[in-house]
């Protein structure tokens, strides 16, 4: 019987011990999300991705959701392009959705604008992780591989942006360009109107502060005259305003005057249109006395045609016999 107890002991200890590991494995698997249902992805990287390992998580927008399952490097032989092909498992088990995760889904969320991006988990460690999030705003580029899985489409950071835009600098020309305009500003400087703008500069301050004193002994010098200017200028103001009255008055009186003038005029102009008409009894004797002052006129100039040619007619009187 002593010899059985010990023996009890061992096998009740294992027993206990596997079903420990069992429930801690059971927790793990629990906790990691490994028993949930899980989409294989691929992405494609063109720049360098040090730091990035397999196991390294994929997250959206910080809340980890997938890990880094497969990182490979692939040389295209006809243009020597090289770039990383990086495979992660993307679980649902994190993110609450009315559907479960499937490749449908991602490619509806690719067209809405999702991007896979490297971030730094830390700046002391240097490791990456692969940022996933919403960018509606840059184009979906695919990369061209043979792959059945989903491709999410990549974007460059922030640094790499600014890495390439540097690169794209022409720095051998900016270079040449800053020397040409160093000597083009020593070659200006070096001129002699450049050196005598000091003094001229001078010369001109100082007429300046002499216009400025001359400007404020003519304004002190004026001042009482234009205060009296001033005041008469506001005793104008006042008798025109105590004027203005009796001068509309008047204004008003003369137009009346106008109107009552204008008015006889008019009539006058009638009763001038009534005596020269062609039929008014004015216009028919005008005419008749004109008849008769003509041939008044034509007696006189046979009165005188005679005496010129019969003075003696003036003492005789006329002489039948000639005509």
């Not at 009894?281 to 100039?301: D, F, I, S, V, W």
């Not at 019969?310 to 039948?320: A, F, I, T, Y």
């Amino acid at each position: 019987m002593n010899d059985e107890h010990p023996h009890s002991v061992a096998i009740g200890g294992f027993i206990i011990g596997a079903l420990l590991i069992v429930l801690a494995t059971l927790l793990f698997v629990l906790g990691s999300g490994l028993g949930a249902e899980r989409t294989r992805v691929v992405m494609v990287f063109d720049s360098s991705i040090k730091g990035l390992s397999v196991g390294a998580p994929v997250a959206l927008r910080g809340v980890e959701i997938g890990q880094i399952t497969g990182i490979d490097l692939i040389l295209d032989s006809d243009t020597a392009d090289l770039i990383m092909l990086v495979e992660a498992d993307v679980s649902s088990a994190n993110v609450q959705s009315t559907r479960r995760a499937s490749e449908e889904m991602i490619d509806d969320l690719i067209a809405r604008g999702l991007r896979a991006q490297l971030n730094q988990q830390s700046l002391l460690t240097g490791l990456l992780y692969v940022q996933l999030d919403f960018h509606p705003d840059t184009p979906a580029l695919l990369a061209k591989i043979d792959s059945e899985y989903t491709q999410i489409p990549t974007i460059p950071t922030g640094l790499e942006k600014f890495t390439r835009q540097i690169e794209s600098l022409d720095i051998a020309q900016i270079a040449s360009d800053v020397q040409s305009i160093a000597a083009g500003i020593d070659q200006f400087i070096g001129q002699e109107e450049f050196r005598r703008l000091p003094q001229e500069l001078s010369t001109t301050l100082v007429g300046v502060q002499t216009l400025t004193a001359e400007l404020q002994a003519a304004v002190a010098g004026a001042s009482p005259g234009l205060e009296q200017v001033l005041a008469s200028t506001d005793l104008l103001v006042t008798q025109a305003s105590d004027a203005l009255p009796a001068l509309t008055t008047m204004l008003d009186q003369n137009l009346a005057t106008l109107q009552d003038a204008a008015a006889a005029f008019e009539s006058t102009m009638t009763e001038i249109d009534g005596l020269v008409a062609p039929d008014s009894a004015t216009t028919y004797q005008l005419n008749q006395a004109l008849k008769e002052l003509a041939m008044a006129g034509r007696a006189l100039q046979l009165l005188a045609k005679t005496i010129e040619e019969q003075p003696e007619s003036l003492l005789r009187g006329k002489n039948e016999d000639k005509p």
